[in-house]
């Protein structure tokens, strides 16, 4: 299985919902992404968890709250988001240990109305 | 922190052409210079990539070049098809493992 998996693929939600985005990867990599995509631009980072902690966060507003349960899942936490969150969210995954790539998911494409 | 400029931000050729996408780095301490293709509605997909001890690395249709004094690296494609239509991102990795990315090129091959 070399693959990222990402679900939903599209969330709509309103400013005063709570809901979560999920990420799946079963490659054995111990270090996982969360990107922010807007149309034409490229992707932002904004947290790294290394060995299932975090490990950076890129002063991302606290509506954002991540969370690595286990080796092989991420989640990412919505909550009070504004209409300029409205982006593709990317889930991203890599060794740790010999290797550079990155492995990218679809992504999640969230509108909040 | 590491700053990369890529152009051009579109690119239009006739299959069959090359095309080159250029882009250039800020910190001299990035060791890492992959270039992701991204086609719509889909996530970025790792088409090729160079390590900062290496000045030339080639995969079929695919090279890249990489010129560390200078800090700038480039993205050949020749003999190019509809399907490589989509968006190039270059990016450079700092010692401590941030990707940061260029700002896109619009790839069209018109048949």
């Known amino acids: 299985d070399t693959e990222v998996t990402q679900t939903p693929k599209h969330l709509v939600m309103g400013m005063t919902n709570k809901k979560s985005l999920k990420c799946e990867q079963h490659m054995g990599h111990r270090a996982m992404y969360w990107y922010k995509q807007k149309a034409k631009k490229p992707p932002e980072l904004m947290f790294v968890?290394?060995?299932?902690?975090?490990?950076i966060n890129e002063s991302v507003p606290s509506r954002f709250s991540p969370e690595c349960p286990n080796s092989s899942l991420l989640n990412l936490h919505l909550h009070a988001l504004q209409p300029e969150d409205s982006a593709l969210y990317l889930c991203?995954?890599?060794?740790?240990?010999?290797?550079?790539?990155?492995?990218f998911g679809p992504g999640t494409r969230l509108t909040v109305l | 922190g590491e700053n990369v400029e890529q152009h051009p931000s579109t690119l239009s050729v006739q299959e069959g052409d090359s095309a080159v996408i250029k882009c250039t780095y800020s910190d001299s301490a990035s060791n890492y210079f992959p270039w992701y293709k991204q086609e719509l509605g889909k996530g970025p997909q790792l088409i090729i990539d160079?390590?900062?001890?290496?000045g030339e690395k080639k995969d079929q249709r695919i090279a890249v070049t990489l010129n560390k004094t200078a800090k700038h690296f480039s993205l050949h494609i020749t003999e190019t098809q509809p399907e490589d239509s989509a968006v190039y991102f270059c990016?450079?990795?700092?010692?401590?493992?941030?990707?940061?990315f260029g700002q896109g090129t619009i790839l069209t091959v018109h048949p």
């Open positions: 160079i390590r900062s001890n290496v």
């Open positions: 968890y290394s060995y299932e902690k975090l490990s």
């Open positions: 990016a450079a990795r700092t010692s401590y493992g941030k990707l940061t």
């Open positions: 991203a995954s890599k060794p740790l240990q010999g290797g550079n790539e990155q492995f």
